[in-house]
């Protein structure tokens, strides 16, 4: 019992040493990546809005930049969870839904592909703004994974030990001593 209690005490150390580095180290690295590629994004908005001639183009650009630096801002504090929030203010409450609507209206009228493009990328960028927030979980869910698919491999193991004749087990282990 107390090597399994030690080897539970030591897999929740790494696993709290993992997280630490992950968090530490890792998240900000990861998020200044991501910063200077937003940052890139927003460079190609700008090219985008001195070329645009289009009204509508001009406004979806416009509002993209808008959208590239507030995401910018807002890069640390970007998550799972502030997604689930927005989706569920986007379905309970109108006034939010008209304006988010409002806002994909005026990217959807813009006849220049670089919208759509730029639009995609500032996308992707919050999906990786998110999962790189949340990347410390894969340390938790992970071996549990692990696990459950070992438990897996076992239980087919077991099914195969249990029709197993006398005589073919023999093969595998020293049979018992027999107790007279």
Known sequence: MNNVLLLLFGALVVLAVLHYVYEAVAIPVLRLKLRHHLFAVRDRVR????????????AALEEL????????????????????KTMRQY???????????????????AAD????????QLAKSVVRAAIISGGAWAFYILPVIAVSD??????????QVVVLDERSLETLVTPPPVEA
């Open 113 to 120: 592909p670089e919208v759509e493009a730029i639009r995609g």
């Open 150 to 159: 070992m438990v897996e491999t076992i239980r087919a193991a077991v099914r």
């Open 65 to 84: 930049h808008s959208s590239s630096n507030t995401i910018m801002r807002w890069l640390d504090v970007i998550n799972m969870d502030l997604l689930n």
């Open 91 to 109: 379905n309970r409450d109108a006034a939010f839904r008209k304006a988010v609507e409002a806002r994909n209206a005026l990217l959807s009228r």
């Open 47 to 58: 090219t985008a809005m001195t070329a645009a001639t289009a009204p509508d183009d001009r």
